[in-house]
Nanobody, 125 residues
Framework: QVQLVESGGGLVQPGGSLRLSCAAS?????????MGWYRRAPGKQRELVTS???????NYADSVKGRFTISRDIAKSTVYLQMNGLKPEDTAVYYC??????????????????WGQGTQVTVSS
């Protein structure tokens, strides 16, 4: 099995900061390609916030550029999201994503998408 476990959400005032973490684990993991963060705000569709490749290339939604920073510890299979200058419109459930190739019984899988359980981020005074 592959598990993504998130932590770090919570309530913060506008202008504040939070750091999210997501650790991937599972005995069948062969490799992890891109990792990233999505979010779903109330009444809206899930959207990509940011992603990072194994080579360190990053991609950010325009709405978070300059405020959010994604980083990754490949050895720990962990991705981080540092969120600064938080705004009320950043309020959402944040989901970790990883594209994972597994190895089971001598077979390598194609890359598959795995998701964390979600962590609530609320920005309010």
């Amino acid at each position: 099995q592959v598990q993504l476990v998130e932590s770090g959400g919570g309530l913060v005032q506008p202008g504040g900061s939070l750091r999210l973490s997501c650790a991937a684990s599972g005995s069948i993991i062969f490799s992890i390609n891109a990792m990233g963060w999505y979010r779903r705000a109330p009444g809206k569709q899930r959207e990509l916030v940011t992603s990072i490749t194994t080579g360190g290339s990053t991609n950010y939604a325009d709405s978070v550029k300059g405020r959010f920073t994604i980083s990754r510890d490949i050895a720990k299979s962990t991705v981080y999201l540092q969120m600064n200058g938080l705004k009320p419109e950043d309020t959402a459930v944040y989901y970790c994503h990883a594209a994972v190739r597994t190895y089971v019984s001598g077979n390598y899988s194609p890359l598959r998408d795995y998701w964390g359980q979600g962590t609530q981020v609320t920005v309010s005074s």
